[in-house]
Structure formats: structure tokens, C-alpha cells
């Protein structure tokens, strides 16, 4: 049996990187007392697995934990007794139960969406660019990895993305549907830069949420942890 988490990564803990993560929820599974699968050999270790690591920096709504269980226990126990034993800003809003031949999130995450808050200066500019962005064919752009540099059209790995805006307050709310895998996944920062490249216009400041991970079902975009 396995038990899916769906948590916050809260403001306040947004430069927390993925191995404190680790860490963090690890020591949280030790001490919930829920019967925690381990793995053979020599050195022990818990088995689990995030859906996707969170960049330093950005926090999230529905983040996915995958934990492996050697017993049986319930959603609602699995839920009530993690958030006992993890600080507010990492509390889990949902939790699944599934069995050992559920697919693994992280090999089912197609899609992502986040909220891309634009604040100041050419705010609404940029928001008001977006529909004559997102009718060009090919939107190039230059996406760095830690062995290379390549152009690559980022159009087909936007598959929403919409903007309202507020001109007294000078800001402008983005949200972005993005494709999320191993051969074609879209940051959303690198959006932001082709958005504020294209507009010809850059905002004071730039904050960006992930609001819900998604898989594929019947079609459609759902959330992982409803596949």
C-alpha cells in the first residue's frame, strides 16, 4: 500500500531546498507512528518520492509525496496524524490511499499550473501583450540546463495561459498551464522573460506560485493525486 500527501510548501518556507525537504518529511513520517515501509540493506531509508522537485524559492499549493506503507491505515489517519507532526507552512490538504500498482507520480506528471503575480511598472503593459503573444506560431527561447544552452519553441508547452490585471495598483495576475515533462517542460520563469522580451517591458517584481500539479486521465488534465 502506498499513501499519496498532497501538501502546501508555504511562503514562509520557499528557500527550503528539496533535500531539507527530504529531510524534513522524513523526520515527520518517523515520528507519526504510521507503519512507514523502509527499504532492504544496510542503510535503511524511508521510501518515498516527490511528484517534482519545487525550485528554491517559488512555493506551492499541492505538492504530491509518495510513501511507500508495509500496513494498512486510512486516508483520513494518514492526514490527521502527519499534519499533527509537521509545521504549518508544510500542512497536507489531502491525503490517498493506493495500492502498490498505482502509477508513480513522478512518472504520471504531464502538466503544471501556477499563478505568476506581476507588480509595478509595466505589469499591465505585459498583460496586455499576451494575446498577440500566445498567436505566433513559434515563440523561441533559450533554455539553459547544467550541460547546455539550446533554442527550443516553447508554443507548444503553453496550454493556457490567461491574465487579468489591476491598472490602480499597477499589477497583473498570469495563469499558466505548462507542459511538465522529461522532454519538454516549460519554467515558468523562462515564460515570464519570453513574455516581458516580447512586450518589450519588465516588471518591479515578479512572483511566481505553482497551484496544482496534473496527469492525463480520459483526456483530460486532472490533478496526480485523482488519477
Keep these: 500500500m502506498r499513501m499519496l500527501l498532497q501538501f502546501q510548501k508555504g511562503d514562509i518556507v520557499r528557500h527550503l531546498g528539496l533535500l531539507d525537504l527530504q529531510r524534513t518529511m522524513q523526520r515527520a513520517l518517523r515520528r507519526s507512528g504510521l507503519p512507514i515501509a523502509y527499504s532492504n540493506g544496510f542503510n535503511p531509508h524511508i521510501v518515498m518520492s ?32 502527519m499534519n499533527r507532526v509537521l509545521p ?18 513522478s512518472a504520471a506528471l504531464r502538466q503544471a499550473e501556477y499563478t505568476i503575480t506581476l507588480r509595478g511598472g509595466g505589469a499591465c503593459a505585459i ?18 540546463t547544467k550541460r547546455s544552452e539550446t533554442m527550443v519553441n516553447i508554443r507548444p508547452m503553453i496550454h493556457a495561459l490567461t491574465a487579468r490585471t489591476d491598472e490602480e495598483k499597477n499589477t497583473a495576475v498570469l495563469t499558466a498551464r505548462v507542459s511538465f515533462v522529461e522532454a519538454a ?43
Design 185 to 227: 517542460t516549460l519554467k515558468p520563469d523562462l515564460l515570464v522573460e519570453s513574455l516581458c522580451a516580447f512586450a518589450g517591458a519588465q516588471p518591479e517584481r515578479c512572483e511566481i506560485r505553482r497551484t496544482c500539479l496534473l496527469g492525463e486521465k480520459d483526456g483530460q488534465s486532472v490533478p496526480l493525486i485523482d488519477l
Design 127 to 144: 498583460a496586455s501583450a499576451l494575446p498577440a503573444f500566445l498567436a505566433q506560431e513559434e515563440i523561441m527561447a533559450l533554455r539553459k
Design 50 to 81: 516527490f511528484a517534482s522537485a519545487l525550485s528554491s524559492g517559488i512555493p506551492g499549493d499541492a505538492e504530491l509525496l509518495d510513501v511507500s506503507l508495509k500496513g494498512e491505515a486510512t486516508a483520513e489517519e494518514c492526514m490527521a496524524t
Design 88 to 105: 504549518p507552512a508544510l500542512q497536507v490538504s489531502r491525503a490517498r490511499m493506493v495500492d502498490d500498482h498505482f502509477p508513480k507520480v
